[in-house]
């Protein structure tokens, strides 16, 4: 692919997850209109900045990495509106420059970490509430809300929309069923065979440097890294090759009454949810339909872990399918529309025939 294809392609403006490009398009629009919203608001005379420069930083961590920690709306706001607090404090209490600075951004960093919202602009935001002049001084805690405080509401919002649109969800949360476990003492069904959170836990408790991520990330790698690894060790055949074709499917749209009912009418227990492009966006089952009534099958459907490309070991689906939470995996093409549906039936006979054959050698 020569330069000037690679830049006149629609993936290196728009492709999912970080991306220099869209994360520079993003900072651009997000500190837009935090400025022009807080100009708007603020009155000419007061002199106070429709901008505060540390919220450049905060915008590459919303735009550039929306999984991260620091990036999360609880951190972004929070974590500036609570340094812009000891800041304003700080220089209060003690009149020398040189020494409230300091003072003003370890008491921010330490208060952050303890209300659980770090977020390192919010140390430069601190130090602004010492050093920013008479229009900051004179502000006082309303510095706090106006402003800073208005900028990262903005931010967030502008990143809640932008990142959305452009394929990365955020606020970042990790892919969690509406489903259950039974209400027993018993571990669920992925825990009794492999490794726990408590054991991501405990191997990340044993760095030095405790890097900051979500728990609950680390153990979706780790499981993806034990399923490309059974799949590499262990061939069987690919999805579209065990897969059932002939499947009943319902749309996004749809009230989930409608779903059940068609559940009913076709004897099955999941249906692949569409969008009125026909690409497949999740899998409505009834475990799942059956509390939701009144509402849209798109507000409560299984996303993400539950589809897989049918061109992909079929291997790959054992860790999804033994959760103890799904049954059924949606299988699709690589324009996204339904190529068919696999069930924990369906893996197990893989399964079988496939150690069957082995021992067979």
């Known amino acids: 692919m020569t330069l000037f294809d690679k830049l ?31 100009s708007a608001v603020i009155a000419d005379t007061t002199g106070l900045p429709y901008l505060v420069a540390p919220l450049g930083a905060s915008a590459a961590l919303v735009f550039a990495l929306p999984a ?7 951190a972004v706001i929070g974590g500036n509106v609570l340094s812009a607090l000891c800041g304003v404090t700080v220089a209060q209490l003690i009149a020398e420059p040189m020494l ?16 659980r919202c770090l977020h390192p602009p919010g140390g430069a935001i601190a130090l602004v509430a010492v050093f920013g002049g008479n229009a900051v001084r004179e502000a006082g805690f309303y510095f706090a809300l106006l402003p800073v405080g208005l900028n990262s509401v903005l931010l967030v919002g502008a990143g809640i929309i932008f990142n ?11 892919e969690i069923s509406r489903m ?13 065979s492999g490794f726990t959170r408590a054991d991501v836990e405990a191997g990340l408790d044993q760095l030095i440097d405790r890097p900051v991520i979500d728990v609950a990330d680390v153990e ?14 262990r061939p069987v055949p690919l999805c579209l090759d065990i897969m059932s074709r002939d499947v009943v499917t319902c749309q996004a749209d749809d009230w989930t009454e409608d779903a059940l009912a068609e559940m009913d009418r076709r004897h099955v227990s999941a249906l692949p949810v569409l969008d009125r492009d026909e690409r497949v966006v999740g899998l409505a089952t009834r475990g799942v339909l059956a509390g939701e009534q009144g509402r849209s099958v798109s507000e409560v459907m299984q996303t993400g872990a539950c589809i897989a490309a049918a061109d992909s070991a079929a291997a790959a689906l054992a860790p999804v399918l033994s959760d103890g939470v ?4 949606v299988i699709i093409w690589a324009n996204g529309s339904l190529a068919g549906l696999v069930t924990q039936t369906d893996l197990l006979a893989s399964l079988w025939r496939g150690q069957n054959r082995r021992s067979k050698i």
């Open 100 to 115: 409230a600075g300091p003072a003003a951004a370890a008491l921010a960093i330490l208060l952050m970490q303890l209300c």
């Open 326 to 329: 799904h049954h059924q995996a």
């Open 164 to 174: 959305n649109l452009a394929g990365s969800r955020y606020p970042h949360r990790p």
């Open 8 to 38: 006149t392609s629609r993936a290196f403006w728009w492709q999912p997850g970080m991306h220099p490009v869209r994360a520079s398009l993003g900072s651009m629009i997000g500190l837009g209109i935090a400025a022009f919203t807080t």
């Open 220 to 233: 979706f790698l780790l499981r993806s890294v034990e399923a490309a690894a059974f799949s590499r060790t």
């Open 68 to 74: 991260a920690p620091l990036a999360q709306p609880r």
């Open 180 to 192: 259950t476990q039974p209400d027993t003492e018993d571990a669920a069904t992925i825990d009794r």
